[in-house]
Every structure is written in structure tokens, then in C-alpha cells.
């Protein structure tokens, strides 16, 4: 069984900046994307960034010029930088993995004040 663990998250002032780090319990296997996802109260979860194997990314177009997602193949592992952080990013931000099959982290919550 494949475990994800985050960290990284936290509170910070709005302008701040935070890293989010997730890393998967093993190395036997390999994931195809890995990606970050949030949930505010009272919302669905939502797409944050994924990033494949190969290095192609996708964001949000709330987060687009703000956070960079990056990964680390050889140590399964998947980051997410935050500048420019706002209010409006304050949810618990959940990593995933995918091959055969999907796999999320517990979720790591950030906050950021106004």
C-alpha cells in the first residue's frame, strides 16, 4: 500500500510564501502524475497544479504565475511553491499520485491571513 505524506503547510501572511512537500511511502512504483489538489470549507476539492513524469504542468488559473510545481522522480516526490500567497488560497491542500491507480495524502492545511 502506497502511503503520500505532506508538509510544508502552514500560516502565513498574505504576500508570503510557503513550500509543500509530499513524498510516497516507496519507491517500488513509479506514478505517471502526481498533482496537488485544496478544499475551503463549504467547497469541493480543486485542482491545484499536476505535473507528469516527463516534467509537462498544468495549473489552475487562479494559481497560474504564483505556484510552481515541480517533482523529484528518483525520490517520488512532488513540491508545490506558493508566492504571492492571498486569502483566498486558505484550504487544506491535498497531494495525489496516479499510475493504475490513484492515491491521496491526509492533507495539509494552509492559511494565510489578511
Known amino acids: 500500500q502506497v502511503q503520500l505524506v505532506e508538509s510544508g503547510g502552514g500560516l502565513v501572511q498574505a504576500g508570503g510564501s510557503l513550500r509543500l512537500s509530499c513524498a510516497a511511502s516507496?519507491?517500488?512504483?513509479?506514478?505517471?502524475?502526481m498533482g496537488w489538489y485544496r478544499q475551503a470549507p463549504g467547497k469541493q476539492r480543486e485542482l491545484v497544479a499536476t505535473?507528469?513524469?516527463?516534467?509537462?504542468?498544468d495549473y489552475a488559473d487562479s494559481v497560474k504565475g504564483r505556484f510552481t510545481i515541480s517533482r523529484d522522480n528518483a525520490k517520488n516526490t512532488v513540491y508545490l511553491q506558493m508566492n504571492s500567497l492571498k486569502p483566498e488560497d486558505t484550504a487544506v491542500y491535498f497531494c495525489?499520485?496516479?499510475?493504475?491507480?490513484?492515491?491521496w495524502g491526509q492533507g495539509t492545511q494552509v492559511t494565510v491571513s489578511s
Open positions: 505535473i507528469t513524469r516527463g516534467g509537462i504542468t
Open positions: 516507496t519507491n517500488r512504483f513509479s506514478f505517471n502524475v
Open positions: 495525489n499520485a496516479e499510475n493504475l491507480y490513484g492515491y
